[in-house]
Protein backbone atom coordinates (compact mmCIF):
# COMPACT_ATOMS: atom_id res chain seq x y z
CA UNK A 1 0.00 0.00 0.00
CA UNK A 2 1.24 3.32 -1.19
CA UNK A 3 2.09 5.19 2.45
CA UNK A 4 0.29 8.82 3.05
CA UNK A 5 1.70 12.16 3.04
CA UNK A 6 1.74 12.14 6.76
CA UNK A 7 2.97 8.71 7.12
CA UNK A 8 5.83 10.21 5.13
CA UNK A 9 6.02 12.77 7.01
CA UNK A 10 6.26 11.13 10.57
CA UNK A 11 8.81 8.89 8.89
CA UNK A 12 11.30 11.58 7.99
CA UNK A 13 11.07 12.81 11.69
CA UNK A 14 11.82 9.46 12.82
CA UNK A 15 14.81 9.03 10.98
CA UNK A 16 16.13 12.60 10.54
CA UNK A 17 15.79 13.68 14.09
CA UNK A 18 18.07 12.49 16.64
CA UNK A 19 16.98 11.20 19.82
CA UNK A 20 13.20 9.81 18.88
CA UNK A 21 13.20 6.28 20.43
CA UNK A 22 11.85 3.63 19.03
CA UNK A 23 9.28 3.09 21.57
CA UNK A 24 8.19 6.70 21.31
CA UNK A 25 8.01 6.70 16.95
CA UNK A 26 6.41 3.69 17.82
CA UNK A 27 3.80 5.09 19.55
CA UNK A 28 3.13 7.67 17.22
CA UNK A 29 2.71 5.59 14.52
CA UNK A 30 0.12 3.69 16.26
CA UNK A 31 -2.20 6.46 17.76
CA UNK A 32 -4.10 6.92 14.61
CA UNK A 33 -4.41 8.31 11.09
CA UNK A 34 -5.78 11.36 12.68
CA UNK A 35 -3.66 11.94 15.44
CA UNK A 36 -1.08 11.72 12.43
CA UNK A 37 -2.97 14.55 10.41
CA UNK A 38 -2.45 16.54 13.07
CA UNK A 39 1.30 16.09 13.42
CA UNK A 40 1.72 16.21 9.67
CA UNK A 41 -0.93 19.58 9.55
CA UNK A 42 0.89 20.90 12.31
CA UNK A 43 3.48 23.23 10.38
CA UNK A 44 0.76 24.95 8.73
CA UNK A 45 0.10 28.51 9.99
CA UNK A 46 -1.77 32.37 9.18
CA UNK A 47 2.07 33.16 8.43
CA UNK A 48 4.23 32.03 5.33
CA UNK A 49 7.76 32.39 5.57
CA UNK A 50 9.81 34.00 3.07
CA UNK A 51 12.93 33.47 2.21
CA UNK A 52 15.85 34.93 5.16
CA UNK A 53 15.93 38.53 5.24
CA UNK A 54 19.01 40.77 4.50
CA UNK A 55 17.90 43.20 7.26
CA UNK A 56 20.62 43.67 10.08
CA UNK A 57 20.95 44.67 13.95
CA UNK A 58 21.48 43.20 17.09
CA UNK A 59 18.77 41.37 18.45
CA UNK A 60 18.88 40.20 22.09
CA UNK A 61 16.71 37.66 23.41
CA UNK A 62 15.78 37.81 26.91
CA UNK A 63 14.67 33.95 28.24
CA UNK A 64 15.62 30.41 27.45
CA UNK A 65 12.41 28.50 27.99
CA UNK A 66 9.71 27.72 25.55
CA UNK A 67 8.88 30.83 23.75
CA UNK A 68 12.70 32.58 23.80
CA UNK A 69 13.63 29.40 22.03
CA UNK A 70 11.22 29.13 19.63
CA UNK A 71 12.10 33.06 18.59
CA UNK A 72 15.60 32.21 18.45
CA UNK A 73 14.80 29.48 15.96
CA UNK A 74 12.79 31.14 14.00
CA UNK A 75 14.95 34.31 14.15
CA UNK A 76 18.06 32.44 13.09
CA UNK A 77 16.43 31.31 9.97
CA UNK A 78 14.41 34.16 9.38
CA UNK A 79 18.35 35.93 8.85
CA UNK A 80 20.47 35.55 6.40
CA UNK A 81 23.29 37.34 8.85
CA UNK A 82 21.80 36.62 12.17
CA UNK A 83 23.16 38.90 15.26
CA UNK A 84 21.23 37.09 17.86
CA UNK A 85 22.54 37.39 21.67
CA UNK A 86 20.40 34.86 24.39
CA UNK A 87 20.58 35.85 27.59
CA UNK A 88 18.91 32.82 29.80
CA UNK A 89 20.65 31.21 32.87
CA UNK A 90 19.25 27.80 32.43
CA UNK A 91 21.36 25.21 30.97
CA UNK A 92 18.65 22.54 31.37
CA UNK A 93 15.34 22.82 29.34
CA UNK A 94 12.24 21.29 30.93
CA UNK A 95 8.94 20.05 29.04
CA UNK A 96 6.82 21.65 31.60
CA UNK A 97 3.54 20.09 30.10
CA UNK A 98 4.72 16.58 30.94
CA UNK A 99 4.18 17.92 34.75
CA UNK A 100 0.84 16.15 34.80
CA UNK A 101 1.11 13.37 32.91
CA UNK A 102 4.21 12.82 35.82
CA UNK A 103 2.02 13.71 38.57
CA UNK A 104 -0.80 10.90 36.89
CA UNK A 105 1.82 8.00 37.09
CA UNK A 106 2.19 8.33 33.40
CA UNK A 107 5.40 9.78 32.38
CA UNK A 108 8.73 9.72 34.59
CA UNK A 109 10.45 13.73 35.58
CA UNK A 110 13.23 11.81 33.42
CA UNK A 111 11.19 12.82 30.36
CA UNK A 112 11.28 16.38 31.05
CA UNK A 113 14.56 17.26 30.58
CA UNK A 114 16.65 18.02 27.52
CA UNK A 115 20.43 20.40 27.72
CA UNK A 116 19.41 23.67 26.55
CA UNK A 117 22.11 23.20 23.97
CA UNK A 118 20.88 21.13 21.75
CA UNK A 119 18.24 24.35 20.69
CA UNK A 120 21.37 26.69 20.54
CA UNK A 121 23.30 27.26 17.51
CA UNK A 122 26.75 27.90 17.71
CA UNK A 123 27.19 31.38 16.08
CA UNK A 124 24.48 32.44 18.85
CA UNK A 125 26.26 34.48 22.08
CA UNK A 126 24.58 32.73 24.82
CA UNK A 127 25.17 35.06 27.90
CA UNK A 128 24.51 32.05 31.34
CA UNK A 129 23.00 34.92 33.38
CA UNK A 130 19.31 36.66 34.33
CA UNK A 131 18.36 40.22 33.51
CA UNK A 132 18.11 42.23 36.79
CA UNK A 133 17.38 45.57 34.85
CA UNK A 134 15.45 46.84 31.51
CA UNK A 135 16.41 50.00 30.24
CA UNK A 136 14.33 50.53 26.82
CA UNK A 137 15.19 54.42 26.70
CA UNK A 138 18.71 53.58 26.61
CA UNK A 139 18.42 50.11 24.40
CA UNK A 140 20.14 47.82 27.15
CA UNK A 141 19.30 45.69 29.47
CA UNK A 142 22.12 44.81 32.75
CA UNK A 143 22.43 41.52 34.34
CA UNK A 144 22.42 39.90 37.82
CA UNK A 145 26.31 39.74 37.26
CA UNK A 146 26.31 43.64 36.33
CA UNK A 147 27.12 42.96 32.45
CA UNK A 148 25.23 45.64 30.75
CA UNK A 149 24.10 44.34 27.20
CA UNK A 150 23.02 46.83 24.73
CA UNK A 151 20.37 45.87 22.20
CA UNK A 152 18.87 47.10 18.62
CA UNK A 153 15.98 45.06 19.14
CA UNK A 154 14.85 43.06 21.88
CA UNK A 155 12.91 39.94 22.17
CA UNK A 156 11.51 39.27 26.14
CA UNK A 157 10.17 35.98 26.64
CA UNK A 158 11.21 35.76 30.28
CA UNK A 159 8.15 33.69 31.40
CA UNK A 160 6.66 34.16 34.99
CA UNK A 161 6.95 33.52 38.19
CA UNK A 162 5.34 31.47 40.92
CA UNK A 163 4.66 33.25 44.42
CA UNK A 164 3.91 30.49 47.20
CA UNK A 165 4.78 33.42 49.79
CA UNK A 166 1.54 35.36 48.67
CA UNK A 167 -0.45 32.93 50.86
CA UNK A 168 -0.21 33.37 54.19
CA UNK A 169 1.61 30.59 56.34
CA UNK A 170 2.81 29.10 52.98
CA UNK A 171 6.45 28.30 51.87
CA UNK A 172 7.71 26.77 48.66
CA UNK A 173 9.80 24.16 50.87
CA UNK A 174 6.20 22.68 52.74
CA UNK A 175 5.52 21.47 49.09
CA UNK A 176 5.22 17.45 49.69
CA UNK A 177 4.81 17.86 53.26
CA UNK A 178 1.44 17.26 55.33
CA UNK A 179 -1.03 16.79 52.78
CA UNK A 180 -0.11 19.77 50.79
CA UNK A 181 1.36 19.36 47.07
CA UNK A 182 1.78 21.54 43.80
CA UNK A 183 2.16 20.13 40.06
CA UNK A 184 3.36 23.69 39.03
CA UNK A 185 6.73 23.21 41.29
CA UNK A 186 10.17 23.42 39.37
CA UNK A 187 13.01 25.57 39.00
CA UNK A 188 14.15 25.64 35.46
CA UNK A 189 17.81 27.87 36.30
CA UNK A 190 18.40 24.14 38.10
CA UNK A 191 17.25 21.93 35.67
CA UNK A 192 14.72 20.53 38.76
CA UNK A 193 11.04 19.94 38.10
CA UNK A 194 9.64 18.65 41.67
CA UNK A 195 5.94 19.07 41.06
CA UNK A 196 5.38 16.46 39.45
CA UNK A 197 6.94 13.66 41.13
CA UNK A 198 5.49 14.79 44.60
CA UNK A 199 2.01 15.40 43.52
CA UNK A 200 2.34 11.38 42.12
CA UNK A 201 3.54 10.48 45.55
CA UNK A 202 0.12 12.43 46.70
CA UNK A 203 -1.67 10.77 44.88
CA UNK A 204 -0.69 7.31 46.57
CA UNK A 205 -1.02 8.66 50.27
CA UNK A 206 -4.26 10.10 48.64
CA UNK A 207 -4.99 6.68 47.82
CA UNK A 208 -3.76 4.59 51.43
CA UNK A 209 -6.15 7.41 53.26
CA UNK A 210 -8.92 6.52 51.38
CA UNK A 211 -8.72 2.90 52.17
CA UNK A 212 -9.21 4.05 55.34
CA UNK A 213 -11.71 6.03 55.09
CA UNK A 214 -12.84 9.02 53.25
CA UNK A 215 -10.52 12.12 53.15
CA UNK A 216 -11.40 16.00 52.54
CA UNK A 217 -9.31 17.04 49.49
CA UNK A 218 -9.08 21.05 48.07
CA UNK A 219 -7.62 21.59 45.12
CA UNK A 220 -7.12 25.42 44.12
CA UNK A 221 -7.17 27.54 41.72
CA UNK A 222 -5.95 31.81 42.58
CA UNK A 223 -7.04 35.08 41.60
CA UNK A 224 -4.25 35.99 39.19
CA UNK A 225 -3.43 34.47 35.65
CA UNK A 226 -2.03 31.24 35.73
CA UNK A 227 0.14 29.19 33.27
CA UNK A 228 -2.44 26.80 32.01
CA UNK A 229 -5.89 27.65 32.71
CA UNK A 230 -7.04 23.76 33.29
CA UNK A 231 -4.25 22.84 35.16
CA UNK A 232 -6.17 22.76 38.51
CA UNK A 233 -8.83 20.52 37.08
CA UNK A 234 -6.56 18.54 35.77
CA UNK A 235 -5.38 17.05 38.98
CA UNK A 236 -8.86 17.18 40.74
CA UNK A 237 -10.20 14.65 37.90
CA UNK A 238 -7.15 12.49 37.74
CA UNK A 239 -6.80 12.16 41.61
CA UNK A 240 -10.26 11.63 42.01
CA UNK A 241 -10.52 8.76 39.12
CA UNK A 242 -6.85 7.12 40.18
CA UNK A 243 -9.19 6.25 43.19
CA UNK A 244 -12.10 5.81 41.55
CA UNK A 245 -10.32 2.58 39.67
CA UNK A 246 -9.81 1.24 42.80
CA UNK A 247 -13.32 1.16 44.30
CA UNK A 248 -12.22 4.12 46.77
CA UNK A 249 -13.58 7.73 46.78
CA UNK A 250 -13.03 11.07 48.49
CA UNK A 251 -14.57 14.45 49.57
CA UNK A 252 -13.11 16.45 46.72
CA UNK A 253 -13.32 20.39 46.68
CA UNK A 254 -12.85 22.42 43.77
CA UNK A 255 -12.03 26.01 45.20
CA UNK A 256 -11.65 28.62 42.23
CA UNK A 257 -11.79 32.65 42.06
CA UNK A 258 -13.82 31.96 39.18
CA UNK A 259 -17.36 32.15 38.99
CA UNK A 260 -17.57 28.87 36.62
CA UNK A 261 -15.33 25.85 35.71
CA UNK A 262 -14.35 26.81 32.35
CA UNK A 263 -14.82 29.94 30.17
CA UNK A 264 -15.43 28.75 27.06
CA UNK A 265 -19.13 27.25 27.09
CA UNK A 266 -19.26 24.30 25.22
CA UNK A 267 -16.28 23.00 27.77
CA UNK A 268 -18.29 24.30 30.83
CA UNK A 269 -21.70 22.46 29.83
CA UNK A 270 -19.54 19.10 29.47
CA UNK A 271 -17.74 19.57 32.78
CA UNK A 272 -21.14 20.75 34.38
CA UNK A 273 -23.04 18.05 33.57
CA UNK A 274 -20.78 14.84 32.06
CA UNK A 275 -17.52 14.94 34.11
CA UNK A 276 -18.77 16.38 37.51
CA UNK A 277 -21.51 13.91 37.58
CA UNK A 278 -19.61 11.00 36.83
CA UNK A 279 -17.94 11.39 40.15
CA UNK A 280 -20.65 12.42 41.99
CA UNK A 281 -18.82 13.66 44.93
CA UNK A 282 -17.26 16.84 44.15
CA UNK A 283 -18.11 20.51 45.61
CA UNK A 284 -17.48 23.59 43.78
CA UNK A 285 -16.73 26.46 45.44
CA UNK A 286 -16.61 29.81 43.26
CA UNK A 287 -15.38 32.71 43.99
CA UNK A 288 -13.01 31.55 46.74
CA UNK A 289 -9.77 32.31 46.48
CA UNK A 290 -6.95 30.51 49.10
CA UNK A 291 -5.02 33.28 51.05
CA UNK A 292 -3.76 31.67 54.06
CA UNK A 293 -3.26 27.95 55.59
CA UNK A 294 -2.67 26.14 58.70
CA UNK A 295 -0.46 23.29 57.74
CA UNK A 296 -0.01 22.13 61.12
CA UNK A 297 -3.67 22.02 61.62
CA UNK A 298 -4.55 21.39 58.08
CA UNK A 299 -6.99 24.66 57.69
CA UNK A 300 -7.87 26.65 54.54
CA UNK A 301 -8.78 29.99 54.70
CA UNK A 302 -10.20 31.38 51.48
CA UNK A 303 -11.48 35.32 50.32
CA UNK A 304 -15.32 34.94 49.54
CA UNK A 305 -16.33 37.35 47.08
CA UNK A 306 -20.19 37.54 46.71
CA UNK A 307 -23.35 39.92 45.93
CA UNK A 308 -26.19 41.24 48.14
CA UNK A 309 -29.03 42.83 47.18
CA UNK A 310 -29.02 46.35 48.30
CA UNK A 311 -32.36 49.31 47.74
CA UNK A 312 -34.43 49.06 44.73
CA UNK A 313 -33.65 51.84 42.27
CA UNK A 314 -36.93 52.76 40.89
CA UNK A 315 -35.40 55.13 37.65
CA UNK A 316 -33.33 51.51 36.57
CA UNK A 317 -36.04 49.05 37.88
CA UNK A 318 -33.58 47.16 39.21
CA UNK A 319 -31.63 46.14 42.59
CA UNK A 320 -28.39 48.04 43.72
CA UNK A 321 -25.93 44.81 44.08
CA UNK A 322 -23.84 45.01 46.83
CA UNK A 323 -20.33 43.24 46.93
CA UNK A 324 -19.20 41.46 50.15
CA UNK A 325 -16.31 39.63 51.18
CA UNK A 326 -16.09 37.12 53.85
CA UNK A 327 -13.45 34.50 55.01
CA UNK A 328 -13.97 30.84 54.94
CA UNK A 329 -11.98 28.50 56.78
CA UNK A 330 -12.10 24.94 55.61
CA UNK A 331 -10.37 21.51 56.74
CA UNK A 332 -8.44 19.11 54.61
CA UNK A 333 -6.86 16.15 54.77
CA UNK A 334 -4.89 17.05 51.37
CA UNK A 335 -4.43 19.99 49.14
CA UNK A 336 -3.37 20.69 45.77
CA UNK A 337 -2.35 24.22 45.41
CA UNK A 338 -2.24 26.12 42.18
CA UNK A 339 0.43 29.31 43.67
CA UNK A 340 -0.67 33.20 42.37
CA UNK A 341 1.52 34.36 39.51
CA UNK A 342 3.16 37.57 38.10
CA UNK A 343 5.42 38.59 35.49
CA UNK A 344 8.84 38.32 36.97
CA UNK A 345 10.38 41.02 38.65
CA UNK A 346 12.25 42.56 36.00
CA UNK A 347 10.24 43.16 33.97
CA UNK A 348 7.25 44.27 36.67
CA UNK A 349 9.40 46.59 37.97
CA UNK A 350 10.54 48.33 34.53
CA UNK A 351 8.91 51.17 32.04
CA UNK A 352 7.96 48.02 29.98
CA UNK A 353 5.51 46.68 32.03
CA UNK A 354 1.56 47.70 31.99
CA UNK A 355 1.73 50.15 34.56
CA UNK A 356 -1.77 49.89 35.84
CA UNK A 357 -5.32 48.20 35.13
CA UNK A 358 -5.32 44.54 34.97
CA UNK A 359 -2.53 43.69 32.68
CA UNK A 360 -0.31 45.57 35.75
CA UNK A 361 3.23 44.15 35.94
CA UNK A 362 3.08 41.78 32.51
CA UNK A 363 4.94 43.45 29.29
CA UNK A 364 2.69 45.65 27.92
CA UNK A 365 2.53 44.64 24.09
CA UNK A 366 -0.30 45.03 21.46
CA UNK A 367 -2.17 41.75 21.93
CA UNK A 368 -2.64 41.63 18.20
CA UNK A 369 1.25 42.18 16.68
CA UNK A 370 2.98 41.28 19.95
CA UNK A 371 5.19 44.47 19.71
CA UNK A 372 5.78 46.85 22.55
CA UNK A 373 3.04 49.74 22.80
CA UNK A 374 5.52 52.56 23.11
CA UNK A 375 8.91 50.82 22.48
CA UNK A 376 8.70 49.84 19.05
CA UNK A 377 11.87 47.85 18.99
CA UNK A 378 11.05 45.64 21.65
CA UNK A 379 8.50 42.54 21.31
CA UNK A 380 6.97 39.75 23.24
CA UNK A 381 6.81 36.29 23.14
CA UNK A 382 5.39 33.37 25.63
CA UNK A 383 3.34 33.94 29.36
CA UNK A 384 5.08 36.96 29.76
CA UNK A 385 2.75 39.31 27.23
CA UNK A 386 -0.05 41.26 28.86
CA UNK A 387 -2.89 40.08 26.78
CA UNK A 388 -5.91 38.61 27.13
CA UNK A 389 -5.57 34.86 26.81
CA UNK A 390 -2.64 32.62 25.89
CA UNK A 391 -0.19 31.39 29.02
CA UNK A 392 0.57 28.13 26.98
CA UNK A 393 2.85 26.20 25.37
CA UNK A 394 0.52 26.14 22.17
CA UNK A 395 0.00 29.88 22.61
CA UNK A 396 3.71 30.71 22.60
CA UNK A 397 4.16 28.60 19.11
CA UNK A 398 1.48 30.75 17.93
CA UNK A 399 2.97 33.73 18.72
CA UNK A 400 6.46 32.43 17.51
CA UNK A 401 5.44 32.97 13.31
CA UNK A 402 3.44 36.15 13.84
CA UNK A 403 6.29 37.97 16.37
CA UNK A 404 8.88 37.13 14.19
CA UNK A 405 7.25 38.09 11.00
CA UNK A 406 6.65 41.30 13.00
CA UNK A 407 10.17 42.09 14.09
CA UNK A 408 11.66 41.33 10.70
CA UNK A 409 9.38 44.08 8.69
CA UNK A 410 10.59 46.66 11.59
CA UNK A 411 14.02 45.77 11.08
CA UNK A 412 13.17 46.15 7.00
CA UNK A 413 11.69 49.31 7.97
CA UNK A 414 7.82 48.25 7.65
CA UNK A 415 5.47 48.29 9.92
CA UNK A 416 4.27 44.91 11.64
CA UNK A 417 0.83 43.54 9.61
CA UNK A 418 0.64 40.06 10.83
CA UNK A 419 -2.16 39.75 13.74
CA UNK A 420 -2.22 37.16 16.51
CA UNK A 421 -5.54 36.18 17.37
CA UNK A 422 -5.24 35.02 20.73
CA UNK A 423 -5.03 31.28 19.82
CA UNK A 424 -4.92 29.06 22.82
CA UNK A 425 -5.05 25.41 23.79
CA UNK A 426 -6.02 23.40 27.17
CA UNK A 427 -6.18 19.83 26.99
CA UNK A 428 -8.26 19.23 29.71
CA UNK A 429 -7.90 15.86 31.31
CA UNK A 430 -11.08 14.99 32.85
CA UNK A 431 -10.16 11.14 33.57
CA UNK A 432 -7.71 8.45 32.58
CA UNK A 433 -7.51 8.03 28.98
CA UNK A 434 -10.29 10.94 28.44
CA UNK A 435 -9.48 14.60 27.15
CA UNK A 436 -11.38 17.67 26.25
CA UNK A 437 -8.76 19.66 23.78
CA UNK A 438 -10.29 22.93 24.34
CA UNK A 439 -8.93 25.39 21.66
CA UNK A 440 -9.85 29.13 21.66
CA UNK A 441 -9.10 32.65 20.35
CA UNK A 442 -10.15 35.82 21.01
CA UNK A 443 -13.56 35.51 19.49
CA UNK A 444 -14.18 31.79 20.83
CA UNK A 445 -14.16 28.86 20.22
CA UNK A 446 -11.27 28.13 17.34
CA UNK A 447 -10.72 24.05 16.92
CA UNK A 448 -8.11 22.92 14.77
CA UNK A 449 -10.11 19.91 13.35
CA UNK A 450 -14.24 20.03 12.54
CA UNK A 451 -14.39 17.82 16.11
CA UNK A 452 -16.81 19.67 18.84
CA UNK A 453 -14.57 21.17 20.95
CA UNK A 454 -16.39 20.49 24.51
CA UNK A 455 -16.02 16.28 23.68
CA UNK A 456 -14.29 13.98 25.78
CA UNK A 457 -11.78 12.02 23.54
CA UNK A 458 -9.23 9.27 23.75
CA UNK A 459 -7.86 10.68 20.91
CA UNK A 460 -7.00 13.34 22.69
CA UNK A 461 -4.94 11.97 25.23
CA UNK A 462 -3.38 9.51 23.15
CA UNK A 463 -2.32 12.49 21.35
CA UNK A 464 -1.12 14.74 24.33
CA UNK A 465 0.53 11.88 26.08
CA UNK A 466 2.33 9.99 23.04
CA UNK A 467 2.54 12.44 20.34
CA UNK A 468 3.10 16.08 21.58
CA UNK A 469 6.68 15.56 24.06
CA UNK A 470 8.18 14.40 20.38
CA UNK A 471 6.38 16.99 18.86
CA UNK A 472 7.83 19.70 21.49
CA UNK A 473 11.29 18.55 21.25
CA UNK A 474 12.02 18.12 17.35
CA UNK A 475 9.79 20.48 16.03
CA UNK A 476 8.46 23.36 18.17
CA UNK A 477 11.94 24.60 20.02
CA UNK A 478 13.29 23.89 15.78
CA UNK A 479 11.25 26.87 15.07
CA UNK A 480 9.34 23.97 12.54
CA UNK A 481 5.79 24.11 13.39
Known sequence: MKPTKETEFLNEII????????????????????????????????????????????IVIVGGGAGGIMALARL????????ITLIAPNEIHIYQPGQVFVAAGEMTTDDLFKENKN??????????????TFDPDNNKVVTKSGQEVSYDYLVVATGLQYHYEWIEGLTEDMIGKNGITSVYLNNPADGTAKGGELTWKWFNELKEAAKKGKPKVICTQPATPIKCGGAPQKILYLSD?????????????????????????E????????????YGNITN??????????????????????EVKGEYDEDLEEYDMIQKTERVTLPYDFIHIVPPMAGVDAVANSKLAWQKGSGKGWLEVDQYTLQHRRYKNVFGIGDICGVPKGKTGGSARHHG???VANLISVMEGKEPKEKFDGYTVCPLKTQYGKIILAEFNYKGAAPSFPLAVGEQRWLWWAFDLYMLEPMYWYLMLRGLM
Do not use: C
Request: proline fraction near 5%; aromatic fraction near 8%.
Open 119 to 132: FIPDDVNWIKDEVA
Open 267 to 278: VNETLVKEVQPR
Open 401 to 403: PIM
Open 285 to 306: KFKHNLVAIDAEKKLATFEHKY
Open 76 to 83: HRALSNPN
Open 15 to 58: NKKEGLSRRDALKIMGISPIAAGVLASAGSGSVTEAKASDAEGK
Open 241 to 265: DYLKRDGLTADFTFATNGGKLFGLP
